[in-house]
């Protein structure tokens, strides 16, 4: 099956949770509410554009194969790190986000190949504090607190 196959299906299925999660976003507090759907609204409309850019191309092009090969082992890979996010979420609740999630970008980061040491010591440390900083003090959003709460 050709990429753009895969990627008009991939952006419907970006479409249907999109509309899922605005539909949930009705429940949110109505002066909390404008930053996630305005969030959607951006998403909605992108993936909308990506869409219409795939099938435009399928009109044009037809469907030929693709020129490049996909990476061998990449669907391995990426249902790897499916699990890797599952088991991330399944753990939030019970040890918290300050503890996890540094713990949780590094095996991600390691896991995809980055080796440098900067980067091992510094973006999970300020990925982990500028969002915690982002959720509590800007959107006024508690994380799970797990063991420290």
């Not at 095996?107 to 080796?115: E, N």
Request: net charge positive; aromatic share 14%.
């Amino acid at each position: 099956m050709p990429y753009v196959i895969g990627e008009i299906i991939i952006t419907l299925f970006t479409i249907v949770v999109e509309a899922v999660l605005w539909i949930n976003s009705a429940e949110i507090p109505p002066a909390s509410a404008h930053y996630p759907q305005g969030l959607l609204v951006l998403a909605f409309a992108l993936s909308l554009a990506y869409l219409l850019i795939c099938v435009r191309r399928v009109m044009r092009e037809g469907l030929q194969p693709p020129k490049e090969q996909p990476v061998a082992g990449a669907a391995l890979q990426l249902f790897i790190l499916c699990g890797m996010v599952i088991l991330y979420l399944s753990l939030l609740d019970i040890i918290g986000y300050l503890i996890l999630t540094p713990f949780f970008v590094l095996a991600c980061i390691v896991y995809l190949g980055m080796r440098k040491k900067f980067v091992l010591m510094f973006l999970p440390l300020f990925l982990t504090a500028s969002t915690y900083y982002l959720f509590a003090n800007v959107l006024f959003i508690f994380l799970p607190r797990g063991i420290l709460g």
